[in-house]
């Protein structure tokens, strides 16, 4: 479709280039995937990358704050274009895409990789990566989705060998580039980022270096404070979008709504970063 990747800049651009791959194939392929059921996987990724979040560096609940406001924006602008297929991620209709035209890029995490090498291996060769747009001009093109967590039940009568196999999974760079180089996840531990490893250009991405690209930046992603109830507020959010969407809701309307369910869920204060313009509510 003639466009280049590295010309895109902001989500507002992903959106322009879209429509043009939508026109030009006749509808037949779409820019992502993003059904409205599963829209909280790029909320996540959007707040985080505008600097919002759920709840700040103490607990707090800080919903409104600002950064949610523009991730909110940003997902009804997609929504609205058309760019996206109405596909559940993780579908097998998701998974399928991998291997025709049907979608055009999947803006998700490192480990996507592993996904798309194990569904489609015919394909290696035909994919390339370009950097997260920003949030708007000269924003960050950097985020995060995913973390895993790894648990020692307290039954168990290996505790010792569980804890040392995890310090050696996660604290060496050598397990770390292992699991990199055979799943494509992705280290947490920064002096892995060292290794030769991340400049070997990778036969799939076409011999991009795709690694060092993905290393880019990455001490400048927000953390995101997730808490205790973090899981709870994600299962509530994930549903809620859903509405949002379709019902066309007002993004103020609709995180002060969150607000006032979570802290009444939770028990937890309202943090000063929530600091969402008032509204007014009318029946």
């Known amino acids: 479709y003639n466009i280049e990747p590295d010309s895109i800049e902001t989500w507002d651009d992903f959106i322009e280039a879209g429509k043009i791959i939508l026109e030009q194939s ?3 392929t779409s820019m992502m995937a993003a ?4 829209l909280f996987e790029y909320f996540e990724i959007l707040m985080q990358q505008t600097g919002g979040g759920i709840f700040d560096e103490t607990g707090n609940i800080m919903i409104r704050a600002p950064g949610n406001r ?3 924006e ?4 997609i929504l609205d274009s058309g760019i996206a297929a109405p596909i559940n991620a993780f579908s097998h209709e998701f998974f399928a895409s991998f291997k025709n035209d049907r979608i055009a890029t999947y803006p998700l995490a490192v480990w996507l990789g592993g996904s798309i090498k194990d569904y489609a291996p015919e394909t290696a060769g035909n994919w ?5 747009p920003a949030p708007y001009p000269g924003g960050p093109r950097v985020s995060n ?7 020692i039940p307290a039954q168990s009568d290996k505790r010792d060998e569980a804890w040392a196999f995890i310090e050696y999974a996660l604290c060496t760079v050598g397990a770390q580039i292992e699991q990199y180089r055979n799943f494509d996840l992705f280290p947490g531990l920064l002096a892995a980022f060292d290794h030769p490893f991340f400049d070997e250009p990778d036969p799939f991405y076409a011999g991009q270096q795709v690694r060092r ?3 880019q930046e990455i001490e400048q992603i927000p953390a995101l404070t997730r808490t205790s109830d973090w899981n709870e507020a994600r299962r509530y959010l994930m549903q809620t979008l859903s509405g949002w969407a379709s019902e066309r809701q007002d993004h103020d309307v609709f995180l002060a709504t969150i607000e006032a369910r979570l802290q009444r869920r939770l028990g937890r204060n309202i943090s000063p970063l929530s600091q969402g313009r008032e509204v007014a509510h009318a029946r």
């Open 145 to 151: 989705l995913g973390g895993s967590v790894l648990v």
């Open 70 to 72: 523009r991730a909110l």
């Open 128 to 132: 390339g990566v370009f950097r997260l």
């Open 26 to 28: 006749n509808g037949s």
């Open 35 to 38: 059904s409205v059921a599963g």
């Open 74 to 77: 940003i997902l009804r602008a």
């Open 213 to 215: 690209l993905f290393a």
